[in-house]
């Protein structure tokens, strides 16, 4: 069973970047799938998820600007993140689990983790 993070980078304020969690060994449909990040000195912060239903959630910071999204011929889970901003610069994770309502924005809610990717926005 593996996650595996992908697509983070450098860009610039206002600019886009996909970043993509591809499972091996698991149908990511079966499970909730949740991208979290973690700046520097922070704790990680979930971001977006999508439940095995295909119910779709947005941490604040993410509405209006992010979408996340599933493609179950591929195995792939994708965060669309547009308009960027500074804030958002962080390592970026995939993780796979079946959280509840009350566990979705927690990183206990999940058991498969991907390495991360990280994301830098410069102003």
């Known amino acids: 069973v593996q996650l595996q993070a992908s697509g983070g980078g450098f860009v610039e304020a206002g600019g886009s970047l996909r970043l993509s969690c591809a499972a091996s060994?698991?149908?990511?449909?079966?499970?909730?799938i949740g991208w979290f990040r973690q700046a520097p000195g922070k704790e990680r912060e979930g971001v977006s998820c999508?439940?095995?239903?295909?119910?779709?959630y947005y941490a604040h910071s993410a509405k209006g600007r992010f979408t996340i999204s599933r493609d179950n011929a591929k195995n792939t889970v994708y965060l669309q993140m547009n308009s960027l901003e500074p804030e958002d610069t962080a390592v970026y994770y995939c993780?796979?689990?079946?959280?509840?309502?009350?566990?979705?924005?927690?990183?206990?809610?999940?058991?498969?983790w991907g390495q991360g990717t990280l994301v830098t926005v410069s102003s």
């Open positions: 993780a796979a689990g079946h959280p509840i309502v009350s566990t979705m924005w927690s990183t206990s809610g999940y058991r498969y």
């Open positions: 999508i439940r095995s239903s295909g119910v779709k």
């Open positions: 060994g698991f149908s990511l449909d079966d499970y909730g």
